[in-house]
């Protein structure tokens, strides 16, 4: 399969994002497809996820409260 030149420049940013915080880093071709990609994915996937809850308790949509070993945890506010 061939990507398109923004495919392939949006996975070198991903492999770049995660040497950034993990300078001593080195795998294999099949280790960075499957840890490195895998993991970087997940990290920018937690970081949209939290500026999207953080847009919706700004605009009273979802409340933030912390259970037991300060775990914090998100839930619809009451309606009007």
């Not at 923004?6 to 294999?28: C, G, M």
């Not at 970087?40 to 809850?53: G, I, K, T």
């Amino acid at each position: 399969m061939h990507r398109t030149g923004q495919e392939v420049k949006d996975i070198a940013d991903a492999i770049f994002r995660y040497l950034a915080s993990r300078p001593n880093a080195s795998e294999t071709i099949d280790g960075v497809a499957k840890w490195w990609l895998l993991r970087q994915r997940y990290d920018d996937s937690v970081e949209s996820v939290q500026q999207a809850l953080d847009f919706l308790e700004a605009n009273g949509e979802v409340i933030r409260f912390c259970v037991s070993g300060g775990k914090v945890m998100y839930r619809r506010a009451a309606l009007n």
